[in-house]
């Protein structure tokens, strides 16, 4: 019974959730009601424009950390195989998951072949801006985190939803 109502609870909640997260993004989109000149436009643009980006490297982050703990896990149920003997299994999960890899990649490929954008790069394109500390170190801090829950055999608890 007290499952039904967690479970009730939790579709209740997310919805809510995902309200609010339109609702602020929505906000911090629309212009403010008062006159700003051009200057302040814009200022307020660059200003909307880079909280939003930093919001978005967070984002990236959180599910950079998130995979990499799942990859962690999966790694180290390769080790365990290696060690166990089951070299067969690993080998043949290793071939398939380059196979996949290089199948999505010539499917990229082969699509832009064929269906090519129309927009033909600036002649002086910007410098990509480089990514954030946190950003770039999200996914190997997952992936130790993953390495250390593994071995501490609490990925039992972590994968459970998964089951």
Request: charged share 15%; glycine share 8%; with cysteine.
């Amino acid at each position: 019974m007290s499952d039904l109502m967690f479970n009730t609870l939790i579709l209740s909640i997310a919805p809510l959730c995902i309200c609010i997260l339109v609702a602020v993004f929505v906000w911090l989109r629309v212009k403010s009601s008062r006159k700003l000149d051009k200057q302040g436009a814009e200022l307020h643009d660059q200003q909307t424009a880079a909280f939003l980006t930093q919001v978005g490297d967070l984002a990236s982050a959180v599910v950079n950390v998130a995979i990499g703990i799942l990859l962690g896990v999966a790694l180290y149920g390769l080790i365990q195989l290696v060690f166990a003997g089951a070299w067969v299994a690993v080998f043949s999960l290793v071939a398939l998951a380059v196979g996949l890899l290089f199948i999505v990649l010539l499917h990229e490929r082969l699509g832009n072949w064929l269906f090519p954008s129309g927009i033909r790069p600036a002649h002086k394109p910007k410098k990509p801006r480089k990514k954030p500390l946190v950003r770039r170190l999200a996914l190997p801090a997952g992936l130790v985190l993953g390495l250390l829950l593994a071995a501490f055999e609490l990925d039992d608890s972590l994968l459970g939803w998964l089951l």
